[in-house]
Every structure is written in structure tokens, then in C-alpha cells.
């Protein structure tokens, strides 16, 4: 078994871009949870997505959206970058509760 | 005031060590309790779960949970320099699996040879 696995694992953008940031979960597990970790902090819950759907959300604004496809992978888009947006951006998955994290796309805004 | 409060450290100690690591929280309907260990540039990895008041040990891990005192600490016995890590701890108000996590800071523990 693979774990949770994330690309890409590193990323520099500039301010007002757009990126996209993928997920793979573990095997047979069909819910994916998404968290931005900044620097010396721990993760703040962005959203979960489960069948397709984005079950519960956040307080992150609109400009982070997702998707989740029907191989239970998902992807992260957060358009028009801030520098705040600058952070370690987690990926869990789980089938019963439990979450797998996989090691996170480093992204930073110049 | 945050709903998670964890001193995020550093905390230095010499091999061998007890290690008492605490976080509290204010909203008394979590029920759930979890600490994670974060090495550096890695995702966090699951080391203990714990449901409401009580203890649970797992190896030289044991988890402790005051619901009363909205109290959760994480002792580790015998602690060896791989043990350095951040120690963050998180809970959760079901089990579900919509479940969402909220965490603490993490607390960087550094463990000398």
C-alpha cells in the first residue's frame, strides 16, 4: 500500500496565480480531507470531500475550491494567490474515521 | 480565544527522559482525542486515540484525557532522540468519518543523545 501520496511536493508561485494541488488516497478509502499548515502552526481544516461532493467545509473563502474524482482521488485549486496563502497544504484520507496524512505540497508565494 | 491551546515549546530533554506533553480546549462537545507526530517536512502520522475521559498506553505512549478539566496530556517513557518531532495533539466532536479535525500549535520536542 502506497499511503496518501501528494504532488506536487514543492511549489513556487507568484501572487494572483492559480495552482492546483493533487491527492491520492490510500487504498479503498473514499473520503479526503484537505488542511493548510503554516508555518509554526498546526493544520486548519479547508474541506472533505466524499462521493463526489464537498461535504463540509471550512472558513477558508471561495477562492479555495476542490474536486474529487470517481477513483476517490482529489484535487485542491486556490485561485488568485495571496502571500498568506503560503503554507503546507495536507491531504488526508480515510474509510471509518480515521485520517492518513500524506507529506504535504509545500506551497510559496512570492 | 482559540478552541485548541498546546504550548508550542521548544522543549528540550536528555534521553531517557519522561516527557509530558498538554494541550487544553474550551469546547467541552469534543469527544475525541487524538496526538499526531509531525517530523520535519512529513505529513502528521497518527500515534494514539483516545474517546473521552480515561487512559490508553501503547508501548511507551500513554495518552490521558480530563474531560472535566478540558485536559489532554501525552507522556512518553524512556525517550530516544527519534522521538524529536512536533507532538500535535487534535480532537474531533464525532467519530464519523465527516469527521473534521482541530488542532493544536504543536509542541517541538528535541530528545539529546
Known amino acids: 500500500d502506497a499511503g496518501v501520496t501528494q504532488s506536487p511536493t514543492h511549489l513556487i508561485k507568484t501572487r494572483g496565480q492559480q495552482v492546483t494541488l493533487r491527492c491520492s488516497p490510500k487504498s479503498g478509502h473514499d473520503t479526503v480531507s484537505w488542511y493548510q499548515q503554516a508555518l509554526g502552526q498546526g493544520p486548519q481544516f479547508i474541506f472533505q470531500y466524499y462521493e463526489e461532493e464537498e461535504r463540509q467545509r471550512g472558513n477558508f473563502p471561495d477562492r479555495f475550491s476542490g474536486h474529487q474524482f470517481p477513483n476517490y482521488s482529489s484535487e485542491l485549486n486556490v485561485n488568485a494567490l495571496l502571500l498568506g496563502d503560503s503554507a503546507l497544504y495536507l491531504c488526508?484520507?480515510?474509510?471509518?474515521?480515521?485520517?492518513?496524512f500524506g507529506p504535504g505540497t509545500r506551497l510559496l508565494v512570492l | 480565544q482559540k478552541e485548541v491551546e498546546q504550548d508550542p515549546g521548544p522543549l528540550s530533554v536528555p534521553e531517557g527522559a519522561i516527557v509530558s506533553l498538554n494541550c487544553t480546549y474550551s469546547n467541552s462537545a469534543f469527544q475525541y482525542f487524538m496526538w499526531y507526530r509531525q517530523y520535519s517536512r512529513k505529513g502528521p502520522e497518527l500515534l494514539m486515540y483516545t474517546y473521552s475521559s480515561g487512559n490508553k498506553e501503547d508501548g511507551r505512549f500513554t495518552a490521558q484525557v480530563d474531560k472535566s478539566s478540558k485536559y489532554i496530556s501525552l507522556f512518553i517513557r524512556d525517550s530516544q532522540p527519534s522521538d524529536s518531532a512536533t507532538y500535535l495533539c487534535?480532537?474531533?466532536?464525532?467519530?464519523?468519518?465527516?469527521?473534521?479535525?482541530?488542532w493544536g500549535l504543536g509542541t517541538s520536542l528535541g530528545v539529546n543523545p
Open positions: 487534535a480532537m474531533s466532536f464525532n467519530a464519523g468519518n465527516n469527521r473534521k479535525l482541530i
Open positions: 488526508a484520507s480515510s474509510l471509518s474515521g480515521t485520517q492518513y
